[in-house]
């Protein structure tokens, strides 16, 4: 086992996490002192930068300042190194502390903040912004340091050695599962590390809370810091969001390769789409089935443990003569897809039951309402929306999924995540554009024809 | 409210509804052909023959080795009907171990050439080291990349190496190398990228990803190794207890006819007017000799 890429994955992983919870946290604290159209525009940014695919993000960077970028010239900074990484990774993780610290501070209440009238500016942030958001911002560095150090496809492609990528490599070119154990059970130690920091704590929720007004928080944090953050918040979701987002629809290339990009890769667009809605419906159902049992907690474990490893696993498992047909279509991907975000379904369906109505739901215990109609008519009504919300949001995961999938896919089963890793890595460039556009396409095609199912309901209910 | 039973039924179902394998009258192949090269002939194939292709490729990190593995862990399980390797090693590999079909030999065709790839603004044609020991001068100190030799072509030229040099002499020049500050990445593709930015000077790769790098606009020659160097043909392998064995056979003789053959080098896959024969190189012994010299390049390279 090489200590060297172990201890460079830990300052990677920290480094991501320090640089993320210091942007999230600043953007939180300007979207608290912000109302109206900034704050929708801003929350929406920070949203949309986390849901941007991975690889979008990296194309982007190499444009730019890879060995033939644009600002190369200009900016002679190399982004194949250890500093790339960081940077990237954390464009991509900042909205995680910013979404979890802004659900914190928005348990700020008026009367605490009256309670200390004369308090403003720094001593503000120093005496109660900073204890309130505390331990939001140590759940987040958490996560995103756990999602930091999981991350082969980011070093992978900018040639930073890291102990998961090692772990890959070493695997795929021994197929030796005693050494896989042997390095497993360090990667293994993050997620377990992880469920116990955040053992008994709870998550503040953005919608939970009401918050301060706006008006009331801007005027006790001060001109002047409200001006930082809104310049870091302004530049973060501009440089994380806007910027890939530009470049690629500006690339004269994203429109010239399109149509051959599509030829090319209709099976690996299709089985995208199939492999992400399908363990999305799995999940959420299966959420929903298991949701009132306390052990679910513990597939967290499977959420932050590096997708390589369950890999490993399931080929340990599931590579037998009599499981041929499952380990060989499409099955042994659904399998590990929803092993790895089921905690995503169990615990967003656990939310979404708490939020209807108790009462509701005891009359239709005692009355022996049968579970579809309870379905139906109590908890769809009032859930359904939460119960999408978390179906898109492992929908868009198992979109961007390279790391759970590339040891165990199936012959004829390429996703159109692992076909830009490979395109990236191998360093033909030429269509990737054109695939991270279909890739962002397909990651809106559920909100499109939500809307559109959404108009048609509204128009009939008319 | 539903009990455990009822659902770990529902959850066993579930699985199984979405689990079903899709065979059919499908060819699954494993290749290490690049992607970008292999794609458009197997779909080419499909047209033609309307025959379904299931295909695995690698990745450029563990290159060839990472489907040569999954090949020997499924053997007992075969998933793959056909394995097209872009180089000849690793398919004899296989047939040592009985992954492939007794009765099958290893088919080759088509081939390309190991070859020094360098940036044009740093270095000219004459100033090229005149064979692969003068790597260990000084001179070169911290100015060559390879690929780690324990995958891909880099891998096969390193064992061809030590077959045609001897042990000590290879294992002293691997040595040597290293300490002169060689730098290893990730497959060939990756030291064109790293020549054609100028961090450094020169490299060891392969022919056709020298092409691909000049067709991006690198500023990068390359030219075949004379001495020391060799010629790394295609090779066709025939799975042992493949599901579909005569659609693999229809496939292979597919890939090696003239059409293919031909377009693979417009792609720049193969170089044209590669020689007929194959390479005067005793594959058995090298194979015999693989988990030894791999044990000397990782300890010399990974440790």
Not at chain 1, 65 to 70: I, S
Not at chain 1, 425 to 443: D, E, R, S, T, W
Not at chain 2, 110 to 130: D, F, I, Y
Not at chain 2, 239 to 254: S, W
Request: glycine content about 8%; hydrophobic content about 50%.
């Amino acid at each position: 086992m090489s200590w060297e890429l172990l201890l460079n994955s830990f300052g990677l992983a920290t480094m991501v996490s320090f640089f993320a919870v210091l942007i999230g946290w600043s953007v939180a604290v300007f979207l608290a002192s912000t109302a109206g159209r900034w704050r929708i525009v801003l929350l929406g940014g920070s949203i949309a930068a986390f849901s941007l695919p991975p690889f979008l993000v990296v194309n982007t960077w190499l444009g730019l300042l890879g060995n033939v970028g644009v600002l190369k010239p200009v900016l002679p900074v190399d982004v194949y190194s250890f500093g790339g990484a960081v940077w990237l990774l954390t464009l991509m993780l900042w909205p995680v502390p910013c979404l979890m610290s802004y659900g914190a501070l928005k348990r700020l209440t008026p009367e605490l903040l009256d309670a200390e009238p004369g308090l403003g500016g720094w001593p503000l942030i120093k005496e109660v912004l900073l204890p309130l958001s505390g331990s939001a911002l140590l759940q987040s560095g958490v996560i995103v340091f756990a999602l930091a150090f999981n991350n082969i496809a980011v070093p992978a492609i900018l040639q930073v050695n890291v102990f998961p990528a090692q772990f890959w490599v070493e695997f795929s070119s021994t197929y030796n599962f005693k050494m896989a154990w042997q390095y497993g059970w360090v990667l293994a130690l993050m997620p377990l590390g992880v469920l116990l920091v955040l053992r008994g704590q709870e998550i503040a929720w953005p919608w939970e809370s009401q918050g301060v007004p706006a008006e009331q928080f801007a005027d006790r944090l001060g001109q002047a810091l409200r001006r930082i953050g809104a310049g870091v918040a302004v530049l973060a979701v501009v440089i994380s969001f806007l910027l890939p987002l530009g470049h690629l629809l500006v690339d004269a290339r994203t429109w010239s390769d399109f149509p051959d990009a599509i030829r090319a890769g209709a099976r690996s667009i299709w089985n995208s789409l199939w492999f992400a809605a399908g363990t999305s419906v799995l999940v959420v159902g299966l959420g929903a089935l298991f949701s009132d049992q306390k052990g679910g907690r513990l597939a967290w474990l499977l959420f932050f443990l590096p997708g390589v490893l369950l890999g490993v696993v399931l080929i340990s498992v599931f590579n037998r003569p009599w499981l041929g047909w499952f380990y060989g279509g499409s099955g042994v991907v659904f399998a590990a897809l929803g092993l790895r975000y089921f905690a995503l379904g169990w615990e967003g369906m656990r939310l979404a039951k708490r939020s209807v109505d108790a009462d509701l739901q005891h009359i239709s215990d005692l009355s022996g309402v049968p579970w579809w109609q309870r379905w139906l008519h109590l908890f769809l009504p009032q859930a359904g929306w939460a119960m999408a919300a978390v179906w898109y949001v492992v929908y868009l995961l198992c979109l961007w999924d390279t790391e759970t999938v590339v040891l165990i896919v199936p012959p004829g089963g390429e996703t159109l995540a692992l076909r830009v890793f490979n395109l990236l890595h191998y360093g033909h460039h030429a269509q990737v554009n054109a695939l991270c556009l279909i890739l962002l396409l397909l990651a809106v095609l559920p909100l499109i024809a939500g809307a559109v199912v959404a108009a048609f309901v509204k128009r009939r209910a008319r | 409210m539903k009990t455990w039973a009822e659902k770990w039924m529902i959850f066993v179902t579930a699985l199984l509804l979405v689990g079903c394998g899709s065979g059919g009258d499908a060819v699954t192949v494993y290749t290490s052909q690049d992607q970008v090269y292999a794609e458009p002939i197997l779909r080419e194939f499909e047209q033609q023959t309307g025959i379904a292709v299931r295909a695995v490729y690698d990745s450029e990190a563990v290159k060839t080795v990472g489907l040569v593995n999954r090949l020997i862990a499924e053997k007992a399980n075969p998933q793959c009907d056909l394995f097209w390797n872009n180089e000849e090693f690793r398919t004899h590999q296989l047939a040592s171990m009985d992954v492939l079909d007794e009765g099958q030999s290893v088919e080759t065709f088509g081939a390309r050439t190991r070859q020094w790839v360098w940036n044009t603004n740093q270095l000219s044609r004459a100033a090229l080291p005149k064979d692969l020991t003068s790597l260990t001068n000084t001179l070169w100190r911290g100015k060559v990349v390879i690929a780690l030799p324990l995958f891909g072509s880099t891998a096969t030229h390193f064992q061809v190496l030590r077959q045609q040099w001897g042990e000590k002499r290879w294992r002293d020049w691997c040595r040597a190398l290293k300490a002169n500050d060689v730098m290893t990445v990730d497959g060939n593709s990756v030291v064109v990228q790293l020549v054609g930015r100028g961090e450094v000077a020169l490299g060891l790769t392969d022919s056709d990803d020298v092409r691909a790098g000049r067709k991006n606009g690198l500023p990068i020659a390359g030219q075949s190794i004379a001495e020391d160097g060799f010629s790394i043909r295609n090779s066709i392998g025939y799975i042992a207890g493949a599901p579909r064995p005569d659609l693999a056979k229809r496939l292979a003789k597919y890939l090696q006819s003239k059409p293919v053959i031909d377009s693979l080098v417009s792609a720049g896959a193969l170089d044209r007017g590669a020689p007929d024969a194959p390479a005067d190189i005793a594959w058995p012994s090298v194979v015999k000799e693989n988990e030894r010299a791999v044990a000397d390049l990782k300890s010399i390279y990974l440790d």
